[in-house]
């Protein structure tokens, strides 16, 4: 059974940070990439960034130089070390990893960047 447990979301202002946690639990962790995603109101999810076990990482353009992930496979976390956040990048942001059959969430975490 995979579960994933995100934290760390909350209000900040504009060029504000947030450090956002996954804990997962099973074994998956440590033969798989992680991903955030995110989802703000009205819009689709989307994927913000990945790292694969290696510790290779891909960004979306819009995070890139302001977002950086890690994991720590020793204590199967995920980070999402969030800096320079804008309004834009209000929304629930998701842990993700794909299974054989299907792709785990957790319940997502909420970040809102307002003034």
Do not use: H
Request: hydrophobic share 35%.
């Amino acid at each position: 059974q995979v579960q994933l447990v995100e934290s760390g979301g909350g209000l900040v202002q504009p060029g504000g940070s947030l450090i956002l946690s996954c804990a997962a639990s099973g074994s998956i962790f440590s033969r798989n990439a992680m991903g955030w995603y995110r989802q703000a109101p009205g819009k689709q999810r989307e994927l913000v960034a990945a790292i694969t076990i290696n510790g290779n990482t891909n960004y979306a353009d819009s995070v890139k130089g302001r977002f950086t992930i890690s994991r720590d496979n020793a204590k199967n976390m995920v980070y999402l070390q969030m800096n320079s956040l804008k309004p834009e990048d209000t929304a629930v942001y998701y842990c993700n990893t794909q299974g054989v059959f299907r792709p785990y969430w957790g319940q997502g975490t909420r970040v809102t960047v307002s003034s």
